[in-house]
Each structure stands twice: as C-alpha cells, then as structure tokens.
C-alpha cells in the first residue's frame, strides 16, 4: 500500500484526466466509486486497474474489506486529493479505475437471442442514460445498443445513476444505423421506435414478440427519419394529462414493463 500526497503524481493526474471522455477513449479506462459498487465488482470478479481510497474509507468495515479482496494496486490519498479527483459530491472515499467493456455487435450472438433489445438514438443525457441501463438491467433486457452519436455510457454521471447495472449486461456502442438494421434483419428481430405521430399505436396496443428491439431516440429531435421508417412499427405512451412528452427514461421504463408484462 503506498500513500499519495501530491496532485502531480502520474496516477493522480491520469485519473483526472479519467473525467474527460477522450482519455477514457485513449487509456480504455473508467472511473467507478462507492463501496456498493465496489463489492458488486468483486462479486462479479471484474478486473480492476488500481484503487484510490481515504482513512475514511480504510476505517469503514465494508471498505476495509473491500480493499482486503482486490486484486490491484491500490494507493492512500488525503481527504483534499481524493476530492480533486471525485466527481461526487459527498464522496465515500473509495474508487476503482477499471477498463471499458468494449462489447461488439458480434458478441450477442453468443447469448441467448431470445428477449428484448434496446436502441438508444443520440440520447445526450447522462442521467436518463444511467437511469435507461439500470431499469434495462431490472426489465432483463438482453442487451443495449447505443448508435453513433449517443453520450458517453463510462461518463461519471452515466456510471453513477446506472448504479452497477453496467456490469449486468452487454452494452455496445457506436453502432451505426446500417449495422443495426442488419443485427435486427440477421436476427429476425421485430423493430419499434417511439414516436409521436398518427401512425403511432398505444404502447400497450402492440402485441410484443418475444424477440424484437425498441428504439428510443434522443431527447429533443426523438428517433431518426430513416429508422422510423425502417422499423414494422411505431409507439407511443398515451397520456391523460397537459404534459406535452414525458422524459425518455420514464417512457423507456414504461415501454419496457409493458414488454415484460406480456412476454413473463
């Protein structure tokens, strides 16, 4: 165990760097904290580049166990560093660097083909991409695909609100629409897309196969043209109230019950 107390440390200023989504794409790392997330890590044996924690975190019975079953380096840092490289604002004093997931279009053939996919078209919000993976990961859909242009999924606030569902499913990113459309054709997949138009059926009118994938589109300008019309069909949620849309992440959650109610 070595203690860092300089914020020109090499280590230190790599994680830093960890706050902007080119280095995580240049060092292929990430930042997670919080000694919940941490015990899930080891219960799922996820590879840990090296940890960062305080006396705080040392004298907590959960961390100090924690700390006990890595398999990494992991260094000591004041209250004041710890705080220049948290992006929480009541830090528990315990983060891991782990390497980015980089799961392929290709891998999803190696599980179960049967269930639900979700799109995700350009959303730009981290905390409604967070909240999306997280009701994802308690809907038991199969997989996420996230198209070119969508927010950085290892982004500080999209691990957060996720809170550890990123480990609980394959994510894919950067996946054109071309790419998409042949997953979907390859593998016989019937393909929705929320919309708000007079073509649009009633969520809970469309009888979901056990086999098909939703797209969500991006928060302001919804999904794109040319998927809309590729898809067999469009859905909204009705709504009895003067609201005039509802956030992506309550509709996605809504959708997605409404698949699992019919295909349980």
Same mark, same amino acid.
């Given at each position: 165990?070595?203690?860092?107390?300089? %914020?020109?440390?090499?280590?230190?200023?790599?994680?830093?760097?960890? =706050?902007?989504?080119?280095?995580?794409?240049?060092?292929?790392?990430?930042?997670?904290?919080?000694?919940?997330?941490?015990?899930?890590?080891?219960?799922?044996?996820?590879? +840990? =580049?090296? #940890?960062?924690?305080?006396?705080?975190?040392?004298?907590?019975?959960?961390?100090?166990?924690?700390?006990?079953?890595? &398999? #990494?380096?992991?260094?000591? +840092?004041?209250?004041?560093?710890?705080?220049?490289?948290?992006?929480? =604002? @009541?830090?528990?004093?315990?983060?891991?660097?782990?390497?980015?997931?980089?799961?392929?279009?290709?891998? %999803?053939?190696?599980?179960?083909?049967?269930?639900?996919?979700?799109?995700?078209?350009?959303? =730009?919000?981290?905390?409604?991409?967070?909240?999306i993976i997280r009701t994802a990961d308690a809907m038991g859909v199969k997989a996420i695909i996230c198209l070119n242009g969508t927010a950085d999924i290892y982004s500080p606030k999209v691990v957060r609100s996720a809170m550890g569902s990123l480990f609980n499913l394959p994510i894919i990113t950067k996946i054109s629409e071309q790419d998409l459309l042949s997953f979907c054709q390859n593998h016989n997949l019937? %393909?929705?897309?929320?919309?708000?138009?007079? @073509?649009?059926?009633?969520?809970?009118?469309? @009888?979901?196969?056990?086999? #098909?994938?939703?797209?969500?589109?991006?928060?302001? &300008?919804? +999904?794109?043209?040319?998927?809309?019309?590729?898809?067999?069909?469009?859905?909204?949620?009705?709504?009895?109230?003067?609201?005039?849309?509802? &956030?992506?992440?309550?509709?996605?959650?809504?959708?997605?019950?409404?698949? #699992?109610?019919? &295909?349980?």
């Open positions: 165990m070595e203690l860092i107390t300089s %914020l020109t440390n090499a280590k230190i200023k790599m994680t830093l760097s960890l =706050q902007q989504k080119k280095y995580r794409d240049k060092y292929q790392l990430f930042i997670l904290e919080g000694i919940r997330n941490a015990e899930m890590v080891i219960a799922k044996n996820i590879s +840990v =580049q090296m #940890c960062f924690f305080t006396q705080k975190a040392f004298t907590n019975e959960r961390g100090k166990s924690i700390l006990e079953q890595l &398999n #990494c380096p992991y260094f000591e +840092v004041p209250e004041h560093i710890y705080q220049k490289i948290s992006d929480t =604002q @009541s830090p528990q004093g315990l983060m891991l660097i782990l390497p980015i997931q980089n799961h392929k279009l290709d891998d %999803l053939a190696t599980i179960n083909k049967s269930g639900l996919y979700l799109i995700l078209d350009r959303l =730009q919000d981290p905390g409604n991409i967070g909240t019937t %393909l929705y897309a929320t919309a708000l138009d007079n @073509s649009a059926k009633a969520s809970w009118d469309i @009888s979901y196969p056990q086999d #098909c994938a939703i797209i969500l589109g991006n928060e302001a &300008n919804g +999904v794109s043209d040319n998927l809309l019309d590729k898809c067999n069909a469009k859905i909204y949620i009705p709504m009895k109230g003067d609201a005039e849309s509802l &956030n992506v992440a309550n509709a996605g959650s809504m959708i997605m019950y409404e698949y #699992c109610r019919q &295909n349980i």
